[in-house]
């Protein structure tokens, strides 16, 4: 693996061991709030993609989530147009989004906008002895200064939500396989 540093619009740099992008926003660099979280699955690895894979059925086990559909008709395939739209915290919100890379049977990572953040969604699945091991790494970059005011509180949210996330579709690939 490799660090890769980047910051927005100045340059890339690769150091050893783990991802990391900075962002250049203001004058300050931001970096983002990340969040990795592992579950293994009773289910076939083919299975636990096909799930995340089936965009309509995100609703099913993202808590925020209302919708997430796919703009335009075919296959998922990277560079795909996405529109997601979400209600939390009694608030509603809509978010475009575009997947930026597609491994059939193995990654699917996405990646959302809206005036507030940048939120990249990588979601992988490998065989594991037991099943299938999913991957959810979520990092949500602030855009502005009133939403990088709010990172303490979006770190404790981003955790529980992905904790949440990933434990809801495991219950649901289990549910089904059974």
Same mark, same amino acid.
């Given at each position: 693996?490799?660090?890769?540093? !980047?910051?927005?619009?100045? /340059?890339?740099?690769? +150091? @050893? &061991?783990?991802?990391?992008? #900075?962002?250049? *926003? ?19 690895? !083919?299975?636990?993609?096909? /799930?995340?894979?089936? +965009? @309509? &059925?995100?609703?099913?086990? #993202?808590?925020? *989530? ?113």
């Amino acid at each position: 693996m490799a660090y890769i540093v !980047e910051i927005t619009g100045l /340059m890339n740099l690769r +150091l @050893p &061991r783990r991802s990391l992008s #900075l962002s250049y *926003c203001s004058g300050a660099l931001i970096m983002p709030i990340r969040c990795e979280h592992v579950e293994i699955v009773k289910s076939s690895p !083919e299975r636990a993609f096909a /799930m995340i894979d089936d +965009l @309509p &059925r995100t609703a099913e086990w #993202l808590p925020p *989530c209302v919708s997430l559909n796919k703009v335009g008709e075919g296959p998922n395939a990277s560079g795909d147009m996405l529109e997601y739209a979400y209600k939390q915290g009694g608030q509603s919100g809509r978010m475009k989004g575009r997947i930026a890379e597609r491994v059939p049977g193995e990654k699917l990572h996405c990646i959302y906008e809206d005036g507030m953040f940048t939120v990249s969604v990588d979601m992988r699945v490998a065989p594991d002895p037991a099943g299938a091991k999913m991957t959810h790494i979520i990092e949500m970059t602030p855009k502005k200064l009133i939403a990088k005011l709010f990172t303490p509180l979006v770190k404790i949210g981003i955790r529980k939500q992905t904790t949440d996330a990933a434990v809801n579709l495991k219950k649901l690939l289990e549910s089904e396989f059974s």
